[in-house]
């Protein structure tokens, strides 16, 4: 039988680099996509307030069960919807993963200390990450649920600015 062969330490050493260099890799890739979802999330909702507003302003309605109801209500309901969605895709899908890459990365550079002190770029990300708001320390989870509380919100302000239950039943319903 074959002994498996010593690793040199310059060996050992390239093959961690090129380890850590494809962790870094799959960091940028998943925050990436997080910033993409964002970025559609959000243009998903102003382009939502912007044909709210034309429906107000055009005074439409649509007869859902009978009941005539605000069109912009109905429109704010689904970017709400939509942007719910987002948020279980962002916070319980990419982030996940991640989180789970960034501790890799971390792993890799507690390992591999003694050998290279200065591949810490995980390490570094995890400890300035966090910011102090009002006495309370947000992690990245928190950041996320905040910016998407918030805006969730606004959409459930505006729903009920819109006013209360639909306007009048109609004759003849359309479902």
Known sequence: MNQPTQMSESDRLSLVVEIWKKTVEVQQHFNDIELRIRNIAVTVLVGAFGAVA??????????????????GKLIIIAALIAWLAFYFMDR???????????NLGIKIEKANRHLLPEIDLSSEIAQTSPVDVFGYTLHSDRKMDLFYLTFALILIVAAFALGGPPTRPVVGPIF
């Not at 034309?54 to 069109?71: C, N, P, Q, R, Y």
């Open 92 to 102: 319980f899908w990419y982030h996940r993963l991640l989180k789970g890459a960034v």
């Open 54 to 71: 034309f429906s107000m302003k055009e005074a439409l309605t649509i007869t859902f069960f009978g009941i005539e109801v605000l069109a």
